[in-house]
């Protein structure tokens, strides 16, 4: 059970944690798959539950199922408790300075939307920009997109370099007297390329533009701290991050999110209703209406306690040394290509090898009991940037370990095998 | 779950050299087929006489199911009618999809092959890609088809 973090909780700062042992806090891990235990390599599209997080959500309705906000009884004072737990646990897991600026959304894509038609939208015209990168997942392009033919606003797009890095100065070029916001990754799903996203911030502090950063992929691999970064929005998704799926959040500065308007109308996001007139509810009830996801977000609370216990350095250190020797593993099989070979790099490995689709490499694999995702990964034009339809790409979550990059390098050779 | 079943050495074969593979400048019908989740695209060439496809050739990339697809079904269908061909397709549908299909394996032939497609449900639809576009391209369809 949740026993394994809690005795790292005690042992914490004093050693490094046992990553082997963690791996047995989640259940899916301990299975075969197409008569090989499985080997889960693709943390980027969503990562596997601990123990603690499928109980607390089991817990839930199990024994506090109740709405929250509204009545008196002890169930609904528990549910709304445990619910507002998880928001500060979020709160001080991202150094956020009030829950009044944390907003749970479904996930990263609608807290990026939220943004984009309920602080964007009313503000730009014609003429205005909004600034993107060219390593942009789907969620953090379309929203902006949408938002440029609703008002006649106008998309720049930073582009990448060989290296699939965004090319700064292209970035620093493009953020003018015109832009009106800047929405850039963390941590680029489809290469893994940590975006310099200090200077980034920096670069539109100076101009006085605000800045979104997409965390989807940042939070399960490093510790963020929104008031360092001193970004204005941040958007992240609890099911990356070893939560639950269907919950996320929006970080934002209480200063805009007050002087924006409601996303959505319903219950909750409200104080006061007549057929007259409306009086929206405070921060960040004003963004949340309707019955959440209470089971998520109390799930997504124990994440964070997970995640607490071991400790963020620990596991980004940990990480770092595992996707290096995936590094040097890769770079042993004939025929294969890195693509994106980026100076800074959390999670994520994307390749090709010649003469073998990436889809077949991921039917091969899997009969291995590998699990890989191969396609655009929801990043097209980071695929058109290098000339490719997909590549395969292996994700690292902390629980992995050098046996599964054994395992993968082997599933490999078999697919030049099946091919040969 | 036999991937012996699912890389035949036909298949194989087919990706590694496609028949048919190229232009036909003077066709006089064609057609795209995407299929967006995995990035394939196929062109598909025909040239009908009399109701019957007297040429076809295809080009495009994709995975080895959807290459060796489009390339053992241009082989079949040089000298088929119009009329035959849809019906094939019919056929090559249940043989990919159907649970417990009745494949007519003597006039199949080689697109036999393909039948270990159907334990791999996210693959139908390379395997199909080249159907539906030949189909697209009977139909003088001028938009694109796509499996999404
Ligand atoms: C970088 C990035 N941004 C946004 C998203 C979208 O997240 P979600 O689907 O959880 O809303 C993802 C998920 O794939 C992602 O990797």
Redesign the interface.
């Known amino acids: 059970m949740s026993s394994t973090a809690t005795e790292i909780a005690a042992s914490e700062h004093s050693e490094a944690p046992d990553f082997g042992r963690l791996r047995a806090d989640f259940p899916t891990l301990n299975q075969r798959v197409n008569g090989h235990p499985l080997c889960y390599l693709d943390n980027a599209a969503t990562t596997q539950k601990p123990e603690s997080v499928i109980s607390a959500v089991a817990n839930y309705y199990r024994k506090n199922n109740a709405n929250v906000h509204r009545g008196v009884h002890t169930l609904s004072e528990r549910a709304t408790a445990d619910y507002e737990g998880a928001r500060e646990k979020l709160r001080q897991f991202i150094g956020a300075e009030s829950t009044r600026e944390i907003v749970f959304t479904r996930g990263t894509t609608e807290a990026i939307n939220l943004v984009a038609q309920a602080y964007l939208r009313p503000l730009v015209s014609s003429g205005d920009e909004v600034l993107i990168t060219g390593l942009e997942h789907h969620s953090n392009i379309v929203p902006w997109q949408m938002v440029c033919e609703q008002t006649g606003a106008s998309l720049k797009v930073a582009a990448l370099d060989e290296n699939g890095e965004v090319r700064l100065d292209e970035f620093h070029r493009l953020l003018s007297d015109k832009t009106r916001f800047v929405a850039v990754s963390h941590v680029s799903n489809a290469l893994g390329t940590v975006n310099p996203v200090g200077e980034m911030i920096e670069a539109a502090k100076t101009r006085g533009v605000p800045i979104l950063l997409d965390g989807a992929q940042a939070l399960p691999h490093m510790h963020v701290d929104v008031r360092d970064l001193d970004c204005d929005f941040y958007a992240l998704s609890s099911h990356k991050m070893f939560g639950p799926t269907g919950i996320g959040a929006l970080y934002g500065k209480a200063s805009l999110l007050e002087a924006m308007p409601p996303y959505q109308g319903g219950g909750d996001m409200i104080s006061m209703v007549s057929f007259e007139e409306t009086r929206y509810n405070d921060l960040p009830y004003k963004f949340e209406a309707g019955t959440p996801n209470i089971a998520g977000a109390i799930g997504l609370g124990a994440a964070i306690d997970y995640l607490n216990a071991i400790g963020m350095t620990q596991i980004l250190n940990h990480e770092k040394a595992m996707v290096a020797a995936a590094l040097d593993g890769l770079s042993t099989i004939p025929g294969l290509r890195l693509i994106g070979r980026p100076r800074e790099r959390a999670g994520a490995i994307s390749f090709v090898i010649d003469g073998i689709h990436p889809h077949d490499i991921g039917t091969i694999v899997d009969a291995d009991g590998v699990a890989i995702r191969t396609g655009h990964h929801c990043a097209m034009p980071v695929m058109q940037h290098f000339g490719l339809p997909a590549t395969a790409r292996a994700s690292f979550a902390f629980y992995n370990n050098e046996a599964d990059i054994e395992r993968l390098l082997r599933a490999l050779e078999h697919c030049r095998n099946v091919f040969a | ?1 036999d ?1 012996n079943d ?2 035949r050495d036909v298949i ?1 074969d087919h ?2 050299s496609p028949r048919n593979f190229g232009d036909l400048t003077d066709a006089d019908h064609s057609a795209q087929g995407f299929n967006p ?5 196929l062109t598909v060439y025909l040239n009908i006489k009399d109701d019957q496809i007297t040429d076809v050739r295809f080009k495009g ?5 959807s290459i060796a697809s489009a390339s053992l079904m241009t082989e079949k269908l040089k000298g088929l009618s119009v009329e035959d061909t849809r019906q094939l397709f019919g056929k090559v549908h249940s043989m990919l999809t159907a649970d417990a299909p009745d494949i007519p394996v003597d006039e199949m032939g080689k697109l036999a092959a393909l039948q270990g497609v159907r334990a ?1 449900p ?2 139908v639809k ?1 395997a199909s890609l080249c159907w539906h576009t030949v189909i697209a391209a009977l139909d003088k369809r001028a938009t694109p088809v796509s499996t999404e």
């Open positions: 779950m991937l699912l890389y194989v990706n590694k989740l995995c990035g394939d695209e990339q994709g995975c080895a199911i791999y996210s693959r390379c």
